[in-house]
């Protein structure tokens, strides 16, 4: 498992209110070990599933943490049917919502970041 804060060597939940306590937790190599290791051993019935999953497990191995944390915020957002284009006070209040403890400022922050970089 990593963990990794916003200031490496802090305690994110001590954080102050303008900065998001983020950490994130991923172990994708993890299951990318287990995942080849499966696939070693299964039958052919089983191998096209577990080359999907590999697949996609690649595919978040790829992301970089702040990819992390805007695909976070974006599936956070669509679970609480909050749009930041129609509502941006109510995307921050569910962001604020998801995360208690999380600042009025470091939640307008990752919301107005979310959507940089969108295809």
């Keep these: 498992m ?6 490496e060597g802090t305690d994110p939940l001590m954080a102050p209110k303008s900065k998001p306590p983020v950490v ?6 993890a299951v990318h070990a287990d995942l080849v290791t499966a696939l070693e051993a299964a039958g052919p019935s089983s191998r096209p ?19 992390r944390t805007a695909e976070w915020v974006r599936r956070t957002l669509r679970d609480a049917d909050a749009d930041p284009a129609r509502d941006h006070v109510h995307a921050v ?14 939640a307008n922050d990752l ?7 969108r295809a």
């Design 2 to 7: 990593i963990v990794r804060t916003r200031d």
């Design 24 to 29: 994130l937790l991923h172990d994708v190599e």
């Design 49 to 67: 599933g577990l080359q999907e999953a590999l697949r996609i497990v690649g595919h978040h191995r790829s992301l970089t943490d702040e990819e």
């Design 93 to 106: 209040k569910a962001l604020r919502e998801a995360v208690p403890g999380l600042g009025l400022i470091a």
């Design 111 to 117: 919301v107005r970041t979310s959507g940089r970089g």
